[in-house]
């Protein structure tokens, strides 16, 4: 049987500036390898879900938090976001805001220098990623000259070096044109097949 890598039972959430709940007796599980979509009308919470998964609900968001969330297993708010960050990681509508880097390469090395990686291990990490991504040939290029797409590709980089189980995009599609959304959706495709990594979208 697949194990269950997302399990939402019982589960709302009410932000602190709210009266009524987001969130409300949400169950859903998500198990591992699979590849879901989460749609709604704006202003349905399907970005507030997303927070709960990746732990800004509610170390960064707060509110009250009833039922139970696990992630891998364990309950989410034992976590702290530290360990959550290597379980999932956040792919967002637009990831000008998540880079810090120069280069396309440390970009996407920047997740192992925080782990103390060694220096050769780093660069052939990095390599891998860049190639999965369709980006090796751009290593060495300014993220600033990257257009949309790319970009994307480079942050979807940058959370799989960390090898995380759960890769979660909210909106990938909002800011690309047809043809690059498409090629993104083939792209995040082949990756879950070939890392059995669960992929949770929020369109
Ligand atoms: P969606 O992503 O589906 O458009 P959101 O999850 O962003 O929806 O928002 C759902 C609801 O939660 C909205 O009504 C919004 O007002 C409320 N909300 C979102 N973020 C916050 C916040 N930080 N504090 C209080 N309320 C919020
Ligand atoms: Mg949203």
Do not use: W
């Not at 009266?19 to 007796?25: E, F, N, R, Y």
């Not at 800011?175 to 959304?181: Q, S």
């Amino acid at each position: 049987m697949k194990k269950p890598v997302i399990e939402f039972r019982n589960y709302s959430f009410k932000y602190k500036a709210q009266v009524q709940p987001t969130l409300q007796d949400i169950n859903l599980t998500i198990y591992e390898g699979e590849k879901v979509v989460i749609v709604g009308p704006t202003g349905s919470g399907k970005s507030t879900i997303a927070h709960c998964i990746n732990g800004l609900v509610p170390f960064s968001y707060q509110g009250e938090v009833t039922g139970s969330l696990k992630i891998m297993g364990e309950e989410a708010k034992s976590l702290d976001i530290f360990s959550l960050s290597k379980m999932v990681g956040t792919v967002l509508q637009d990831p000008d805001g998540q880079f810090i880097g120069l280069t396309v390469g440390e970009e996407i090395a920047f997740a192992l220098e925080n782990d103390c990686t060694e220096h050769a291990e780093m660069v052939s990490l990095v390599a891998d990623v860049a190639e999965m991504v369709e980006m090796k040939e751009h290593l060495q290029s300014s993220i600033h000259h990257l257009s949309g797409g790319q970009k994307q590709r480079v942050s979807v980089a940058g959370v799989m070096v960390d090898k995380v189980d759960i890769l979660l995009f909210d909106e990938p599609l909002a800011n690309l044109d047809p043809a690059t959304g498409k090629y993104a959706i083939e792209l995040i495709d082949r990756i879950q097949k070939e890392t059995n990594t669960t992929v949770v979208m929020i369109e």
